[in-house]
């Protein structure tokens, strides 16, 4: 929830710090987990649709094994407030290198989420990927 001195951009914003930190330096899956929600959860990448944590958890083991040295930078997020849940668009540069060849990778990925409100903060019930192209 947002406080009186917290706007809904700074608090879209500091969430998706958090969310892009863990996937940096590949935190403890459960952190990521508790960024999302426990029912109709949908994560749309472009190698794959996620409907549950328990393919989240699957997905996040195979993308850990194969690349390294990730970084995300976010260019921009705008974030709207729909009633009972926050829809952005927020738009992020991915570098990595690929275990698998040792290629380094640039993207910028351009996405929709869609967040709802807990007791213990912000979670995704929608992450889709909408663009990524390489730089």
């Not at 706007?7 to 958090?18: E, N, P, R, W």
């Not at 996620?50 to 993308?63: P, Q």
């Not at 991915?94 to 213990?120: I, K």
Request: charged share 25%; hydrophobic share 45%; proline share 1%.
């Amino acid at each position: 929830m947002t406080t009186k001195s917290e706007t809904l951009s700074d608090s879209v914003s500091a969430f998706a710090a958090l969310w892009f930190g863990y996937l940096d330096v590949h935190a403890p899956e459960q952190q990521l987990v508790d960024c999302l929600a426990d029912d109709g959860l949908v994560m749309v990448f472009p190698e794959r649709t996620l409907r549950s944590v328990a393919e989240f958890r699957d997905w996040y083991a195979t993308v850990c094994l194969a690349y390294t040295d990730e970084t995300h930078v976010i260019e921009e997020i705008t974030a709207t407030n729909e009633g009972d849940h926050i829809e952005a668009s927020v738009v992020v540069i991915w570098r990595a290198t690929q275990t698998s060849d040792g290629s380094r990778l640039q993207m910028r990925a351009r996405q929709t989420w869609e967040l709802r409100h807990t007791a213990t903060g912000l979670v995704i019930s929608l992450y889709r990927v909408d663009e990524l192209a390489a730089m």
